[in-house]
């Protein structure tokens, strides 16, 4: 591991105490070394956790806590949890339309979590995490795949010879109403704040190419 990196998951664990977020630390000190740390901490990979037992609902099955917010991946949906902005924190749900949602971890994490709260006999230790969820074939010849970063997730649709990109359809619940703004990202609004979800780019690999 880099000493940037250390630095780097030294920093953030300072910052998950501090009452303010990294943008606001970038405008108390806009050095060039700080912004530099900055770009490196909403870059970075963040794992996503296994549910093991630790978090209550069963439905739950792997988890990632971004600097934006948390992500919970569920056989049904995903569910985005803001973090905390003027007092306030808003859920938005992600259904895949007549999908079939397979969550599984793939390329492991060095990363090993334990929880030690309350009764021992709660107690859950060498948690598994991965660098990767994978939903499977959301839809046919459609697969889906997951990968969580320092202030953002990102959502990748392969796309197999013979699949229809029509079937790629996705709800949203717990919202007001939806935008595409000036960029091509799409918005979306609910009553206590907003989420934004940056317009899709398309590629092939030829050749390794």
């Not at 090993?112 to 859950?124: A, C, L, M, Q």
């Not at 990968?147 to 699949?163: Q, R």
């Amino acid at each position: 591991m880099s000493v940037l990196i250390k630095y780097c998951l030294f920093l953030a664990a300072i910052l998950a105490l501090m009452p303010y977020s990294v943008n606001e630390i970038t405008e108390f000190d806009n050095t060039p070394f700080l912004e530099n740390v900055t770009h490196e901490l909403k870059t970075i990979h963040v794992p996503f956790i296994e549910n093991i037992g630790q978090v209550q609902d069963d439905d739950i099955k792997y988890y990632a806590h971004t600097f934006a917010g948390s992500i919970f991946v569920s056989d049904d949906d995903i569910t985005y949890l803001s973090n905390t902005k003027n007092n306030t924190r808003w859920i938005t749900k992600e259904v895949f339309l007549n999908g079939n949602v397979s969550p599984k971890g793939f390329e492991k994490s060095q990363t090993v979590v334990n929880y030690f709260k309350g009764n021992s006999d709660n107690w859950k230790s060498g948690i598994p995490t991965y660098d990767t969820v994978t939903l499977g074939n959301v839809w046919p010849s459609i697969q889906v795949d997951l990968k969580a970063y320092g202030n953002n997730m990102e959502k990748i649709f392969t796309v197999f010879p013979g699949a229809d990109i029509s079937d790629i359809k996705t709800r949203f619940d717990g919202i007001s109403k939806l935008d595409v703004d000036e960029h091509g990202d799409l918005v979306v609004h609910t009553k206590k704040g907003d989420s934004k979800f940056s317009k899709p780019i398309a590629y092939q690999i030829i050749d390794d190419q």
